[in-house]
């Protein structure tokens, strides 16, 4: 089993930043993607970033506002964000995979975090 703890999340102006972390432990051995997904209220969850082989990648919509990197002697992923919109406002999942080369299917992601809370208030 692969466990994975997200942090960083919380209450943010408008235009303001966020960084959020994942850490990973268990069976880290197996994991070969890290993404990040989040779920707003009401609605389905969607890719946001994902860290793979190296290789950062984020949803077309986010470029140059969200950044994913991660370091892979710490099995850690973090999601910087930027000029945050109240649209971002969701539950972020930090989710882990076996397979090389991001998806933005969340049933590609094996493992999943609890979650972190991120707000943007206008």
């Known amino acids: 089993q692969v466990q994975l703890v997200e942090s960083g999340g919380g209450l943010v102006q408008a235009g303001g930043s966020l960084r959020l972390s994942c850490a990973a432990s268990?069976?880290?051995?197996?994991?070969?993607?890290m993404g990040w997904f989040r779920q707003a209220s009401g609605k389905e969850r969607e890719f946001v970033a994902a860290?793979?082989?190296?290789?950062?990648h984020a949803a077309d919509s986010l470029k140059g506002r969200f950044t994913v990197s991660g370091d892979n002697a710490k099995n850690t992923v973090y999601l910087q964000m930027s000029s945050l919109k109240p649209e971002d406002t969701a539950v972020y999942y930090c989710?882990?995979?076996?397979?090389?080369?991001?998806?933005?299917?969340?049933?590609?992601?094996?493992?999943w975090g609890q979650g972190t809370q991120v707000t943007v208030s206008s």
């Open positions: 268990g069976r880290t051995f197996v994991v070969k993607t």
């Open positions: 989710a882990a995979g076996n397979l090389v080369g991001y998806t933005v299917a969340p049933n590609a992601y094996s493992y």
């Open positions: 860290w793979s082989a190296g290789t950062a």
